[in-house]
Nanobody
């Protein structure tokens, strides 16, 4: 059974930075595409960043040039570096995986608890 554990969220002022981590236990992490998602309660969960097994990255337009996704396959860990944070980035952030980036809309695993990011103006 795969467990996803997100961490690194917190309260930050607008313009600040946070680095989120996602540890995946029990998965074939290195061969999977990884996605970071965010959700505001009552809204749908959106994919904001993705990284392929080979390291190709893609981003939602509203976070491009501010967020950077990366992965450390040796540690079964993915990261999301978030810079120049804005109040509209406030959400719960989750990670998940899929066999390919295009399949991250229907990820493989049960969702973890996520990590709350709150950006004050």
């Amino acid at each position: 059974q795969v467990h996803l554990v997100e961490s690194g969220g917190g309260l930050v002022q607008a313009g600040g930075s946070l680095r989120l981590s996602c540890v995946a236990s029990g998965s074939t992490f290195a061969s999977e595409a990884i996605g970071w998602y965010r959700q505001v309660p009552g809204n749908q969960r959106d994919l904001v960043a993705a990284i392929s097994p080979s390291g190709q990255m893609s981003y939602l337009d509203v976070v491009k040039d501010r967020f950077t996704i990366s992965r450390d396959n040796a540690k079964n860990t993915a990261y999301l570096q978030m810079n120049n944070l804005k109040p509209e980035d406030t959400a719960i952030y989750f990670c998940n995986a899929a066999n390919r980036v295009v399949l991250l809309g229907t990820p493989l695993y049960s969702w973890g608890q996520g990590t709350q990011v709150t950006v004050s103006s």
